[in-house]
């Protein structure tokens, strides 16, 4: 008798009970996916010449990702990765193994970092607001991409009207103007967080700095010295863009600034650096990383918003998580986990 499946029944459930041969779970354990006979007989069977015998590509299709708020258009524009080693020292109040066992649950390699960024830029109609502009391949050669992104969007940098500073790290600031120092987007006005302008251009707390953080201050003068006048420093909390209001997102830096998007009845955060990399900072809120310059501010910080995102189901996007950068907010366990948006073609 030909079998006839039904839907909502597997094959063992179609089959007579008496033809149903019970495998046991060890049919389906690694060793029989890696090195079973039929894989291993069929392999060697296989032609290794195929006809079409095309080169491997060497890189991915563009980095841009668009969606919908109510009436605007959102697009991730990726700009790359930076693989960052770290130590015992890169969390302050967990052990490296706590972090590597957190890598290794997010499916990473030990001891090693990897900061994605991905840019937001928001077409309200009228207007095109780009928030954080990307490292213009000053951080590493395996970031820089974000105007060859725009570009396969079709989108000219002097068509750019507004520019949205979260902070003056230098992964957010660096992709105003080239290595050379000339500005990218030529018509833009660079809207920056006034709490984050005062510390960063403040000559005498520079004075009082010292590593990384010094160069911060170096380069956040490299930026922004000669065009200061273009400037606009606002209040965190204030509307900035039509439909686009700050948040206070203190402690990452001292004036640190997510972005509420709102547009018809839907709303989204664009929560910056508040929460980092997912597998460590949204699943440990309470993790206090070295580049957080006030670690409990920030953690309070973070733990606040993820608490809302969850509490309101919004969508949210952030400049380190996997590109395309945006999805839910569930709560899990001690913690918290991002839920990542489903591609969708329109
Ligand atoms: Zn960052």
Known sequence: ?????????????????????REPMS?????????????????AALPVQGRAAAPTAKAQGPGVYRYKLGDYQLTALYDGIWYVPIDDKFVRNASAAAVNEALAAGFLP?????????????????????????????ITDTAGFMNANLAAAGIKPDAIDTILISHFHPDHIDGIKTKDGDK???NAEILVPEPEWKFWMDDGTMAQSTGAVHRYFLNARRIFKDIAKEVRPFQPGAEVAPGIVSVPAFGHTPGHTAFAIHSGNQS????????????????HPEWQPSYDMDGPQAMKTRTDMLDRAAADRMLVEAYHFPFPACGHIVRSGTGYELVPAMWEPF
Do not use: H, Y
Request: glycine share 6%; charged share 15%.
């Open 1 to 21: 008798m030909a079998a006839v499946f039904t839907f909502g029944a597997s094959p063992a459930e179609q089959m007579p009970r008496s033809s149903v041969k």
């Open 27 to 43: 049919a389906f354990s690694r060793r029989s996916f890696l090195t079973g006979p039929l894989l291993a007989a069929g392999c």
């Open 110 to 138: 030990p001891s090693v970092l990897p900061i994605s960024f991905t840019a937001l830029l928001v077409n309200t109609g009228a207007r095109l607001v780009l928030i954080d502009t990307g490292t213009a391949g000053q």
């Open 184 to 186: 990218v987007f030529a």
């Open 268 to 283: 989204m955060l664009a929560m910056s650096d508040t929460a980092r990399e997912p597998w460590l900072f949204v699943r």
